[in-house]
Structures are given as C-alpha cells and as structure tokens.
C-alpha cells in the first residue's frame, strides 16, 4: 500500500489552518461589532441592546410618520393651483388688457381676482373659491374658465 507523501499531509493541514484562522478572525470581527456599543461584553447584553435600539427606532419612525403625515395635510392648504386668462370684454378698447386669476389650494379653496379694464377705468374684484366654486356672485364664462384650469 502506497503512503501519502508528507508533503501532501503538511499542505492539507497548512489550508485548513488558514481556512480555520479566516473563519475565525471573521467571527471575532463580527462579535467585535456587535458588542461595540455594549458596556458588559456579552452576547446577552448585546442581545437586549439591540432590542432596545430596535424600539427607540421604531418609536422615532412612528413619530416622524406622524410629523410627515401633518405636514402633508398642512401642505393641501397652501396656494399651489393657479388659473389665468387675459381676455378683451369690451368692443371699445383694443388688445387683451382685463384678466383673471385664480389662486387655490389642493382643497380648491382660494381667491379669484378680475380686472375690467375699460377706456374711463378699470375695476378689479375679488371673489373667495371654496371647493372650487364660488356661491356668493355669478361668475363669467373666462372666470369658469380660470378656475376650471386651476383646478386640472
């Protein structure tokens, strides 16, 4: 029956030896971070400390939930639409000098401005939007027309 040679043998021994230091040196590196921030150096103390860690995150993503979702509703209520239109109402002046604007938020709340202007004078009218719609005043076909552009 034929030997090994010794050499073979020394070899195999040497890899499993660095094969067996690597795993090694990676485990302890690992237990290294993971009891960075512990004060007693022990799995259990690790354990709990990222326990709690875990809870003081979750808490906080709660709360920044909260804060994003309140910030978001907030945001609905600023003017974000805008609606206008230059037009000429009258046959006595020439170019497009009266407008309209409209100022809304998500909510369709807002502010709508008209200017008339005509050779003697111009007259400038505001008119409250909510919901997209004004109630109190009659409103002309190129004021429907700004806040239905507003609204898009």
């Known amino acids: 029956m034929s030997m090994i040679p010794t050499i073979y043998i020394y070899g195999a021994v040497a890899l499993w030896l660095v094969i067996i230091t690597v795993l090694l040196t990676r485990m302890l590196l690992h237990y290294k971070n993971l009891t960075a921030n512990v ?8 354990l709990n400390h990222l326990i709690s860690t875990s809870e003081r995150n979750a ?3 709660e ?4 804060k994003l979702n309140y910030e978001i509703n907030e ?3 600023h003017l974000q639409k805008i609606g206008f239109k230059r037009y000429n109402p009258f046959t006595d002046t020439g170019g ?6 409209a100022l809304l938020d998500d909510l369709g709340d807002g502010i709508m401005i ?8 111009t007259r400038l009218y505001a008119k409250k939007v909510h919901g997209g719609k004004v ?16 609204l898009k």
């Open 39 to 46: 004060s007693k150096k022990d799995l259990i103390s690790s």
């Open 135 to 150: 109630s109190a005043q009659t409103l002309s076909s190129e004021e429907q027309e700004v806040i239905k552009q507003a």
């Open 114 to 121: 008209s200017s008339l202007h005509s050779r003697e004078n």
């Open 59 to 61: 808490k906080d993503i």
């Open 75 to 77: 945001n609905k209520k």
């Open 63 to 66: 709360l920044l939930t909260e």
């Open 96 to 101: 497009d000098q009266s407008f309209t604007a």
